[in-house]
């Protein structure tokens, strides 16, 4: 797998791997996110995200959806391994640049 690529391999894609991730998982805070990380026997990072449309217009939640995107592509390195990760969007981080959305994430997640 190339380091910066986003397959759907590295995606947490069906209902019952969410609900996994969601009750059994250790949760992390930010001011816009509350993310969910949970080990996985697959060897690999996968990544799940959930807006409400309290975020926002669709415009809103899928730009916030692709941020999180890149994060993940770009910062697979230091993130746990081995884990699914699920971010779930607070109101408000429709206005966050990526600048700021890689602060927040960086201080919980890259350690």
Do not use: W
């Not at 797998?1 to 949760?27: A, C, H, I, P, W």
């Not at 990072?45 to 993940?72: D, M």
């Amino acid at each position: 797998m190339k380091r910066y690529s986003f397959s759907k391999e590295e995606k947490v894609l069906t209902s019952s791997d969410f609900k996994k991730v969601l009750q059994g998982g250790s949760t992390q805070r930010t001011e816009h996110f509350k993310v969910f990380i949970y080990p996985n026997r697959l060897e690999r990072k996968r990544l799940g995200i959930t807006t409400s449309r309290r975020v926002g217009t669709a415009v809103k939640r899928n730009r916030i959806k692709r941020l999180l995107r890149e994060f993940f592509r770009l910062h697979k390195t230091c993130l746990p391994p081995s884990s699914d990760i699920v971010f779930i969007v607070k109101p408000g981080a429709g206005k966050l640049d990526y600048s700021r959305l890689c602060e927040e994430l960086k201080n919980i997640l890259c350690v």
